[in-house]
């Protein structure tokens, strides 16, 4: 299990390095959130939540998820 969570103000965003299948969906949709050069590499922050939601609906091999942060 290499699943890795990246914490945003309302959304997490987790990622599956063994599941991707690099197509570049993701990098290329939307850079602002998801950056191969940056780390952390996803930002949840960095774009609106309906987008982030509508990019990790994109990724084609189930890879990115998407959860509600919890909050306390
Ligand atoms: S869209 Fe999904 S499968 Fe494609 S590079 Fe991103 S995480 Fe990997």
Same mark, same amino acid.
């Given at each position: ?8 103000? @309302? ?6 390095? *063994? +599941?991707?299948?690099?197509? %570049?969906? #993701?990098?290329? !949709? ?12 996803? @930002? ?6 309906? *987008? +982030?939601?509508?990019?990790? %609906?994109? #990724?084609?091999? !189930? ?10």
């Amino acid at each position: 299990m290499t699943r890795k969570s990246f914490e945003g103000r @309302d959304v997490t965003v987790s990622f599956d390095p *063994e +599941v991707c299948q690099h197509s %570049g969906n #993701c990098v290329r !949709g939307l850079a602002a959130v998801f950056d191969a050069n940056r780390k952390p590499w996803i @930002d949840p922050d960095g774009a609106s939540v309906e *987008e +982030v939601i509508a990019q990790v %609906g994109r #990724c084609p091999s !189930g890879a990115l998820r998407i959860e509600p942060t919890e909050t306390e």
